[in-house]
């Protein structure tokens, strides 16, 4: 009998599907930024959705790469085709003044970006009915 047994190669990687699967979810990071809680309902984000974040120090992130918050209207159409991409999700911090927040925005509208979705965490609803 000349043939190959697969069996064993195919339980192998069957076993590295589900760990890739398991630990997949868990190697997402992120720009840690306290967002404000809202009573709106849950809103599904793209993954691969671009998100400008503003932590509590002030510094402005493009995903994972900082700048200045000086620089967004000059950096942000050399990191992506502003005519193609049609929206970008804004995640500042609550304690930030709201001058702040305004300004990166404004420059995210002046880079060329017509919609800007504003990230926010839903408030927990108690038990009771109340919130």
């Not at 890739?20 to 809103?43: R, S």
């Amino acid at each position: 009998m000349s043939d190959i047994n697969v069996t064993p190669f195919v339980d192998v990687m069957l076993v590295l599907l589900i760990i890739f699967m398991v630990t997949a979810p868990m190697m997402t990071h992120g720009v840690k930024v306290e967002t404000p809680q809202t009573t709106h309902q849950k809103m599904d984000v793209h993954e691969k959705a671009l998100v400008i974040s503003i932590d509590a120090s002030r510094r402005v992130f493009i995903n994972q790469y900082q700048l200045n918050a000086s620089e967004v209207r000059q950096k942000l159409p050399m990191i992506l085709d502003v005519k193609q991409t049609g929206e970008v999700y804004l995640k500042a911090d609550k304690s930030l003044p709201y001058g702040l927040v305004m300004d990166v925005m404004a420059q995210i509208r002046d880079a060329g970006i017509e919609k800007i979705g504003m990230v926010t965490e839903p408030v927990p609803i108690s038990r009771e009915g109340g919130i």
